[in-house]
Nanobody, 112 residues
Framework: QVQLVESGGGLVQAGGSLRLSCVASGIIFSLFGMGWYRQAPGKQRELVAAISSGGSTNYADSVKGRFTISRDNAKNTVYLQMNSLKPEDTAVYYC??????WGQGTQVTVSS
């Protein structure tokens, strides 16, 4: 059974940092690209950052220079380091594997 479990969300003040983690199980993690998405209330889910199996990355324009996606294949984990957080970053953050599975989501709330 393939599973993705996110952690690391929380409440932080504007300008602060959080690191999200997503652990995969039941799959050969290193073979697949991974992505972080977010969904704010009343808005569509959007891609925040993605990393390929080879380590290439891409980012939404709104987070470039502030967020960093990385992966540790030995730990079957993908990370999202979020710095200089803004209130508009408030959302539920989900990880997704290129094979199609989604995690359950973790709430990130940035207060002004």
């Amino acid at each position: 059974q393939v599973q993705l479990v996110e952690s690391g969300g929380g409440l932080v003040q504007a300008g602060g940092s959080l690191r999200l983690s997503c652990v995969a199980s039941g799959i050969i993690f290193s073979l697949f690209g991974m992505g972080w998405y977010r969904q704010a209330p009343g808005k569509q889910r959007e891609l925040v950052a993605a990393i390929s199996s080879g380590g290439s990355t891409n980012y939404a324009d709104s987070v470039k220079g502030r967020f960093t996606i990385s992966r540790d294949n030995a730990k079957n984990t993908v990370y999202l380091q979020m710095n200089s957080l803004k209130p508009e970053d408030t959302a539920v953050y989900y990880c997704k594997g290129d094979w199609g599975s989604w995690g359950q989501g973790t709430q990130v709330t940035v207060s002004s």
